[in-house]
Antibody
């Protein structure tokens, strides 16, 4: 059974970098069939996919256009975890951030399971 | 504004059947990408309810069913129970955006 345990600060100052980690148990971050994602949820933006990292003989990353210039998602194979860095945050980045496993299929895929969520507030 | 469109709310009495829709476009649902559904209880993370348009993960009762046609999909719940009261979200992949997209969610109220 895959479990995702998130950690990181709940308060970030404007213009600084939001950093979260997600420890994976029950699966490998280097899995050839899964992708590891960050999704956020806020009242104003709803559920918003931010990006993913996955391994298919080499590492790949995909990012949402809305955050592409500010986001980095990195795998850490030694700790079997992924990390999220979102730079130059503003109050609009205030949201609950989720780490989520994506199971790929021929016509897309699905998100399961989800981490517990981390409320990150951007405020001075 | 979410890429996939869902009605903000639906309601039904215990024991009734309710359905909720999810409307997309030719770059996501209409491009033959699968639709998935998630249920979110207050204060909790979303949880997978239906995957691959019609499939239920183990543990999900057969009261829940999904369907897809053209650029839309639907979630049906038979024999409504009080515990079904939650927010429901649809999700698919969008080839134009090169990423996953969600609906704005439907709040189900059990009367």
């Amino acid at each position: 059974q895959v479990q995702l345990q998130q950690s990181g600060p709940g308060l970030v100052k404007p213009s600084q970098t939001l950093s979260l980690t997600c420890a994976i148990s029950g699966d490998s971050v280097s899995s050839n069939s899964a992708a590891w994602n960050w999704i956020r949820q806020s009242p104003s933006r709803g559920l918003e996919w931010l990006g993913r990292t996955f391994y298919r003989s080499k590492w790949y990353n995909d990012y949402a256009v809305s955050v592409k210039s500010r986001i980095i998602i990195n795998p850490d194979t030694s700790k079997n975890q992924i990390s999220l860095q979102l730079k130059s945050v503003t109050p609009e980045d205030t949201a609950v951030y989720y780490c989520v496993k994506y199971e790929s299929s021929s016509r897309g895929g699905w998100f399961d399971p989800w981490g517990q969520g981390t409320l990150v507030t951007v405020s001075s | 504004q979410s890429v996939l469109t869902q009605p903000p709310s639906v309601s039904g009495a215990p024991g009734q059947r309710v359905t909720m829709s999810c409307t997309g476009s030719s770059s996501n649902i209409g491009a033959d990408f699968d639709v998935n559904w998630y249920r979110q209880l207050p204060g909790a993370a979303p949880k997978l309810l239906i995957y691959g348009n019609t499939n239920r993960p183990s543990g999900v009762p057969d009261r829940f069913s999904g369907s897809k046609s053209g650029t839309s999909a639907s979630l049906a719940i038979n024999g409504l129970q009080a515990e079904d009261e939650a927010d429901y979200y649809c999700q698919s992949y969008d080839s134009g955006l090169s990423g996953s997209v969600f609906g704005g969610g439907t709040k189900l109220t059990v009367l």
